[in-house]
């Protein structure tokens, strides 16, 4: 059986709440920040939303919470900064493909968010008019099933790939539906999650020497009983997908240093990550593993888990700020599509 390629992570860039850059992000993180603060949203009850809104513009040029072209600004930085890590030249071949995340399952149309990531990142192309971009809708989990065609198009012959998300629950559809479902966190509903919004960026090549991150298995499956149903959490979907990244990679659950998981506060989504492991750990974990939970410190940002849990990953990689090598994100969808990824720090 042919062992599946390896994809490094050459370079990555995030913009969130916390920091308007990956290195501010990734320090602010490790040092337990957060921005929550009231938004001009309110609840049923007439209280303000807690949120974690971009700070692209400090107080001065305030947009509307969750607006387009803070988005847009987001995801052009977040990009060049991930180009600008992998020492890659703009303007961009048309042979380059961009992958970009959304959700067709949530309220405001996936259409808007890939024309806002077509205007905002074709400048950067040779030919704008010619740019590969690919769209994938399956929501938070849907960064691995681009990973698996990333690794597509590296097999193909293309020079690298690109996957950028900017996603926002700071939108006036998505806090009606939080709301109307009791998602939200907030003085009657401890348990809920914030809202939250960012852009993050990977750049991702074949197999380099001496790479600061690999990505060595990706998996992906479908829970039967999602957030919304009347069923008990399982955690069968969320562990096989963990399985069968685990079962790419070479890796076994008791190897894993770090598990990132962009769990983010609601009960359903943190008994199915125990449920998950549960299944899986038969052994000690190594004596110094660690968990992170991103959106303790920049809220819930959707499609953008995937590729800034990555660009973390990436950025503590760099700095040597890892318990360990050996690297394993968990990914759950608002529906019931499931991702895990295996990675290894340094050459594996």
């Not at 040092?31 to 107080?59: C, K």
């Not at 990973?147 to 998300?165: N, S, Y």
């Not at 990132?260 to 750990?281: H, I, K, Q, V």
Request: hydrophobic share 45%; aromatic share 6%; proline share 7%.
């Amino acid at each position: 059986m042919s062992t599946p390629m390896k994809l490094a992570v050459l370079g990555a860039g995030a913009v969130t709440s916390v920091g308007n850059s990956l290195p501010a992000t990734a320090a602010a993180i490790r040092a337990g920040l957060n921005n929550f603060h009231d938004t001009q949203f309110e609840t049923d009850s007439g209280e303000p939303v807690i949120g974690a809104e971009l700070g692209l513009y400090g107080g001065e040029r305030r947009t509307r919470v969750g607006g387009a072209q803070r988005l847009a600004d987001a995801l052009t930085f977040a990009v060049r900064e991930a180009i600008a890590g992998a020492s890659i030249q703009q303007p961009l071949p048309p042979s380059v493909p961009l992958l970009f995340l959304g959700d067709d399952q949530r309220p405001a149309p996936l259409v808007s968010a890939v024309q806002l990531c077509h205007a905002a990142l074709a400048p950067m192309f040779e030919q704008p008019n010619r740019m590969h971009l690919q769209a994938f809708t399956g929501g938070e989990a849907g960064c691995v099933d681009a990973l698996i065609t990333a690794r597509d198009f590296l097999a193909k012959g293309a020079p690298f790939v690109l996957i950028a998300a900017a996603d926002s629950w700071l939108r006036a559809s998505d806090i009606a539906e939080a709301l109307r479902h009791q998602r939200l966190l907030d003085a009657e509903l401890g348990s809920g999650f914030v809202p939250g919004e960012a852009a993050a960026a990977v750049v991702l090549g074949r197999e380099t020497p001496g790479a600061v991150l690999e990505i060595l298995g990706m998996g992906l499956a479908e829970e039967t009983d999602g957030l919304l149903s009347d069923h008990p959490c399982s955690g069968k979907g969320l562990a096989q997908a963990t399985r069968l990244a685990l079962m790419d990679s070479g890796l076994a659950p008791h190897d894993i240093h770090l598990r990132m998981s962009d769990a983010a506060g609601e009960p359903y989504f943190a008994e199915e990550l125990a449920y998950a492991w549960a299944r899986l750990l038969r052994s000690p974990q190594p004596p110094m593993h660690a968990q992170l939970f991103p959106a303790s410190h920049v809220g819930h940002v959707g499609c953008a888990f995937g590729p800034l849990m990555l660009a973390l990953a990436w950025q503590y990689a760099k700095r040597e700020r890892l318990p360990g090598p050996k690297v394993l994100i968990q990914l759950s969808s608002s529906h019931t599509l499931r991702g895990a990824i295996a990675a290894h720090a340094g050459a594996a």
